[in-house]
């Protein structure tokens, strides 16, 4: 399998979008996942990664991870073209073709 990404994408734009692990863990939840997520969902797949559910401290961090996808990764990731997300109605987020593309061609990270 080739790590190569493709010459479509601007190499500085995907090591950006790359840069943060949330972002990563966006583009790797929604391929596993295949279906759209909301924005809740999301960000409790990463913040179960962080900090086990139970823990005093999940409820805090699965906030502030909704919070920050909401107003930062998730406008980032839809500037670069790997996923959709509809922040006015339905929070919901979908990977695009550019963005399964992109993971495809990327090593475990």
Same mark, same amino acid.
């Given at each position: 399998?080739?790590?190569?990404?493709?010459?479509?994408?601007?190499?500085?734009?995907?090591? +950006?979008?790359?840069?943060?692990?949330?972002?990563?863990?966006?583009?790797?939840?929604?391929? +596993?996942?295949? +279906?759209?997520?909301?924005?809740?969902?999301?960000? +409790?797949?990463?913040?179960?990664? $962080?900090?086990?559910?139970?823990?005093?401290?999940?409820?805090?961090?699965?906030?502030? $991870?909704?919070?920050?996808?909401?107003?930062?990764?998730?406008?980032?990731?839809?500037?670069?073209?790997?996923?959709?997300?509809?922040?006015?109605?339905?929070?919901?987020?979908?990977?695009?073709?550019?963005?399964?593309?992109? $993971?495809?061609?990327?090593?475990?990270?």
């Amino acid at each position: 399998m080739s790590t190569e990404v493709p010459t479509e994408f601007n190499l500085d734009r995907v090591h +950006e979008i790359l840069a943060h692990e949330y972002r990563r863990s966006t583009l790797t939840c929604l391929h +596993e996942r295949t +279906e759209r997520l909301s924005l809740e969902e999301l960000a +409790e797949y990463i913040a179960k990664d $962080i900090e086990p559910a139970g823990n005093a401290r999940y409820d805090e961090l699965n906030e502030r $991870i909704r919070i920050q996808l909401h107003h930062s990764h998730l406008p980032k990731l839809v500037a670069g073209g790997f996923v959709e997300y509809d922040s006015e109605t339905s929070h919901m987020v979908e990977l695009t073709s550019d963005g399964r593309e992109l $993971i495809s061609r990327q090593p475990n990270w």
